[in-house]
């Protein structure tokens, strides 16, 4: 596969790589994050979320999580400061449209009151959506260059 170059908007800006999780659906944080959130599991992030045949019960620790957006609760947020907090979060959320608010909220306080951040880059538009598959070597860079392949 030839490499693919995006660019997005950084919402949490940062240099990282790592493996392609794709979700075409929306993720819901809230839904995936159940045996974190209450059940306090630290060794790994299985996504609880039946109603996401792609992520179900994979693994979400470490990951660069592509989806198109987040749904979900009010608690979206704060799921993704909970996991960032217990250790297993997503090493990056990559989003093909713009970050919702609640998601951002989480996302941001993981980052400025944990110390924990989880790079976020999103506007990657549909032909990144298109173009990632999980498992796909990707590079994200602090101004919101994405590489995949």
């Given at each position: ?15 990282i ?50 989806t ?38 989480g ?36 101004d ?6």
């Amino acid at each position: 596969m030839a490499k693919q170059t995006f660019k997005g908007r950084p919402v949490v800006a940062g240099d990282i790589n790592g493996k392609a999780l794709l979700s075409k659906q929306p993720f819901n944080p809230t839904s995936s994050y159940i045996e974190n959130i209450w059940g306090g599991a630290t060794d790994k992030a299985p996504c609880t979320d039946q109603d996401n045949k792609e992520l179900y019960k994979k693994d979400l620790n470490g990951v660069i999580l592509c989806t198109s957006q987040c749904i979900g609760s009010s608690m979206g947020g704060a799921a993704f400061m909970a996991v960032a907090g217990l250790g297993v979060a997503p090493k990056a959320m990559l989003y093909s449209y713009h970050i919702d608010a609640v998601s951002a909220s989480g996302i941001v306080m993981a980052n400025v009151w944990q110390e924990k951040p989880i790079i976020t880059i999103d506007l990657l538009g549909d032909e990144f959506l298109k173009a990632v598959k999980t498992g796909d070597p990707i590079a994200v860079k602090k101004d919101g260059t994405v590489e995949v392949g």
